[in-house]
């Protein structure tokens, strides 16, 4: 399994081309990748200004290293868990220097979606600040998983831990997810004591 | 491999996605040097066109639009240029220090697509102080190439990046102004001017045959413009017509303005 190309289409081809054309291509590159690690960086790091420097420094190293590599190294890459590996590396620099406590972030619930009605929005701030309050692996390990939808074999690589790791902190994450949940939305009607029938 | 997760969870996590906030991926490519933004600043010969991205500024342009000036630059590097309000603090100070005389605080510069040799000339401008003039052939003789006279004058209308690379410093090897990209000769005049150099009094000289400057009491030439030269009173200054003439008097090229390669080719 480790050994299968998890690679779309689009990302092989989008390989090919930056191993021959760097500058022609880049920008697909860009166009291609920039929305999910927007979203990683949002969901796993604070408001929307870092997450977009972030973003952006992180293309900017990518395309550094590109423009170092052989073509042959290049046409190889895993474009997806390369850039993720990228992003949460500027991430872990940014926040060493910033020293940014992660129980403080404030997390943004995000642009409201035009039709979106209010509901929607408060739920989106909701799991936003319940993915908060997990600790930064966990946090991680969830945003790849089930926001951005990595494979493990992808997010091991990419974070650079074995894969049972990552399972757990996925596994470890969801269930704070579900207990904080239950825990903001209080208990549940009819269950309060005094309700109880004798 | 699927994960113990309820619906409800999965959905709401997946909602989480967010696009990326416009303008992210034009200023990535900005800071990459795959795009430019450009900004609208003052200067002695009006309003003018300045682009820049993460390498350097790419182009300074004067009198026209922003249409106009957006398809020349693309023309020219394949690039998009998009406007916005300002240049960025820091770089806008180098700009004025440098349109104010100041050579020694470094601009970068974005010279993709130019020449080796273009950049030799470009860079030799840079040497040329405020205030003072060399001639085409000058630069031609200081970068090696004393015979590529035509070719520094085609070399600096090509200059992308004028009054930051000076060369309206750079004047005709038979001493008259000359011609000037950043909207015509006016210019030129008026930006010499601006600087504390006299292009009428440099004009009536080289009209009068005179290319260089001596001083009988050192018996060093230098260019008209240059510094020392400037400094040399009425009473001890010698008008030669050639460095060769000049040396025949027993004078020595100045080290400041290296006058010797001016005259090498008229």
């Known amino acids: ?198 | 491999m699927t994960d113990l997760i309820d619906p409800t969870t999965e959905a709401a996590l997946a909602g989480l996605r967010e696009p990326a906030p416009p303008g992210l991926a034009h200023r990535t490519l900005v800071a990459v040097g795959l795009a430019d933004d450009f900004a609208v600043i003052d200067s002695p010969v009006g309003p003018l066109r300045v682009a820049w991205n993460g390498r350097g500024v790419s182009e300074v342009a004067g009198a026209t639009d922003d249409a106009t000036f957006q398809a020349r630059f693309h023309a020219r590097t394949g690039r998009v240029a998009r406007r916005v309000d300002a240049l960025p603090a820091d770089l806008a100070r180098k700009i004025e220090r440098r349109l104010a005389g100041d050579r020694h605080n470094r601009i970068d510069l974005d010279l993709r697509g130019s020449t080796a040799f273009e950049q030799a000339v470009w860079m030799k401008a840079l040497e040329i102080p405020r205030g003072e003039v060399r001639p085409y052939g000058w630069i031609a003789a200081e970068i090696g190439r004393p015979k590529a006279v035509r070719a520094v004058g085609t070399a600096l209308g090509h200059n992308p990046v004028p009054l930051i690379v000076p060369c309206h410093r750079v004047v005709r090897s038979d001493g008259m102004i000359g011609q000037y990209s950043l909207g015509g000769p006016e210019n030129k005049r008026t930006i010499l001017t601006e600087e504390g150099a006299d292009p009428d009094e440099l004009e009536s000289l080289a009209r009068a045959g005179v290319r260089f400057f001596g001083s009988d009491t050192t018996h060093i030439y230098c260019m008209p413009t240059c510094r020392d030269a400037r400094r040399v009173t009425e009473r001890h200054l010698v008008h030669f017509p050639s460095s060769r003439a000049a040396a025949a008097a027993g004078y020595r090229p100045c080290l400041h303005c290296r006058p010797a390669g001016a005259s090498a080719v008229a």
């Open chain 1, 1 to 198: 399994m480790g050994m299968m190309d998890e690679r779309s289409p689009a990302d092989v081809q989008l390989a090919t081309r930056l191993a021959t054309d760097l500058d022609g291509s880049f920008e697909d590159l860009v166009l291609a990748h920039q929305d999910r690690l927007f979203t990683i960086a949002l969901r796993t790091g604070g408001d929307r200004h870092d997450a977009e420097e972030l973003v952006q420094d992180a293309f900017v190293r990518a395309y550094r290293a590109l423009g170092a590599w052989p073509p042959a190294r290049i046409r190889e890459l895993r474009l997806r868990g390369w850039l993720t590996t990228i992003l949460l590396n500027a991430g872990r620099n940014r926040a060493r220097v910033k020293r940014v406590p992660t129980a403080e972030l404030v997390f943004d619930p995000g642009a409201e979606p035009a039709a979106d009605p209010l509901a929607r929005r408060d739920e989106r701030e909701t799991w936003a600040r319940l993915l908060a309050g997990l600790s930064p692996a966990q946090r991680t390990a969830v945003v790849l998983r089930h926001v951005d939808g990595m494979s493990y074999a992808e997010i091991a690589a990419a974070v650079g831990r074995p894969e049972g790791t990552v399972k757990a902190h996925v596994h470890r994450g969801l269930a704070a997810l579900r207990t904080a949940l239950l825990a903001s939305e209080g208990p549940p009607e009819g269950l309060r004591a005094e309700e109880i029938p004798a």
